[in-house]
């Protein structure tokens, strides 16, 4: 099994904060948790769409995946990894984001 690389909330931070054009974040956590806030900017699929959510994704950006705790996201990584898609998941997941969140 091919290793998905990692970063840390604080990365992610820094990168939204660059408003990469090329970096999109996958929040992959149900409807409820995310009414609870998203980082600001990310994309809202839940883990089970994933697969049916390929086809709207493109192949030349790279993607962040973010959940509760980051196993869910890694799992979505994996796939998506597996599709031929560049990943990383976000480490910890929203338990260790201190930055800015949309609600």
Known sequence: MEHIKEVTPKEVEKIVEQDDKDTVIIDVREDEEVAQGMIPGAKHIA???IPDSTDKLAKDKNYIL???SGRRSMNAAMYLDE???KVVNMKGGMLEWDGEVIV
């Open 83 to 85: 599709q031929g898609f």
């Open 66 to 68: 973010v959940c509760r």
């Open 47 to 49: 883990l089970g769409n």
